[in-house]
């Protein structure tokens, strides 16, 4: 069909991408490929000294802050995502004296860092829903969510699926990436690959044109020619 859609989506894009498909079976997604997309947060290890004080308290510190504030910042974001790849930001200065004559790969460090520079904030309702659910609750790993009454099921997603994890992601660790196998039961095919790179790394990094985006263009020829050869 051709209004089918191909969707591509990294991190949490991808989550919000599943979670459409599984509550809008109707909608034409022919694809979703989820780059990076955490699943199972409980094999997150960053995470784990922050679950454990959220069950102690009932994640009533954390709500608290998040209320007051409506959200996380945008600084904060940022921070915390240059935190997750602190030795990138410690020898940045290094990398770029080694690459001084590479305009390429100055190129491709200057396009990151406007990347993570323009990441905007958590508004508070989708802050605190994914705190409380992802998080401490790791609903995800269990196949499903609920959102205002609904219970949502991973196992109603129908799409060709394509999961790439990174190797090197603290943020999304190959397990908890992983984890959509598992869950995602109902789908028309799925594929699983790991690549190099950090949570950002595996979809910019030099890399990942001979793995990430190989992959995703090999997964959509796949799709296309399974479509073609389906039409009578």
């Known amino acids: 069909d051709a209004c089918q859609v191909d969707v591509v989506t990294w991190s949490l894009g991808g989550t919000l991408s599943l979670l459409a498909a599984a509550a809008h079976p109707m909608l034409p997604l022919r694809s979703i490929a989820a780059i990076a997309t955490p699943i199972d947060y409980g094999k997150v290890p960053y995470l784990a000294p922050i679950r454990a004080a959220g069950r102690l308290t009932g994640g009533r510190v954390l709500g608290a802050a998040n ?130 790179g950090s949570h950002l790394g595996v979809l910019t990094g030099p890399e990942a044109v001979d793995t990430t985006w190989r992959y995703l263009e090999e997964f959509l020829v796949e799709v296309s020619s399974e479509m073609v050869s389906a039409d009578p």
């Open 67 to 196: 209320r007051t504030l409506g959200g996380v910042p945008g600084w904060a974001v940022r921070a915390g995502f240059k935190a997750t790849a602190l030795q990138r930001e410690l020898t940045k200065p290094l990398f770029v004296l080694r690459n001084l004559h590479d305009t390429e790969a100055i190129g491709r460090m200057e396009a990151v860092d406007r990347f993570i520079g323009s990441m905007p904030g958590y508004p508070g309702r989708l802050y605190g829903q994914i705190y409380h659910r992802l998080l401490l609750r790791n609903d995800l790993a269990h196949g499903r969510l609920e959102l205002s009454g609904r219970r949502l099921d991973l196992a109603d997603v129908h799409a060709h699926v394509l999961i790439v994890a990174g190797r090197s992601d603290a943020i999304a660790p190959v397990d908890c990436v992983r984890r959509a196998c598992d869950v995602l039961t109902g789908v028309r095919s799925l594929r699983f690959e790991t690549a190099p």
